[in-house]
């Protein structure tokens, strides 16, 4: 890496959290870079992650269910 790009690198682990998004567009819109868009295998997650836009109500009352069957432990009631 040259000296350039391990300042940059140093600089933007130095960012807030609520600065990167404007600097990552910033970045996007003027670094001449085609970047193809980011598909579901890029950032695998979890199985859980969505589950309370489901549509299926109140998933809290149905929490000890969701612990007992999905990660195979005992629900405490």
Request: aromatic residues 6%; negative net charge.
């Given at each position: 890496?040259?000296?350039?790009?391990?300042?940059?690198?140093?600089?933007?682990?130095?960012?807030?959290?609520?600065?990167?998004?404007?600097?990552?567009?910033?970045v996007r819109?003027?670094?001449?870079?085609?970047?193809?868009?980011?598909?579901?295998?890029?950032?695998?997650?979890?199985?859980?992650?969505?589950?309370f836009a489901?549509?299926?109500?109140?998933?809290?009352?149905?929490?000890?269910?969701?612990?007992?069957?999905?990660?195979?432990?005992?629900?405490?009631?």
């Amino acid at each position: 890496m040259t000296i350039l790009r391990d300042e940059l690198h140093h600089l933007v682990d130095l960012l807030p959290d609520e600065q990167i998004p404007p600097v990552l567009e910033f970045v996007r819109d003027h670094g001449g870079i085609d970047t193809p868009p980011h598909t579901e295998e890029d950032w695998p997650l979890p199985e859980f992650v969505g589950m309370f836009a489901s549509g299926e109500g109140d998933l809290s009352e149905k929490s000890a269910d969701f612990i007992r069957e999905s990660l195979g432990g005992a629900a405490d009631q």
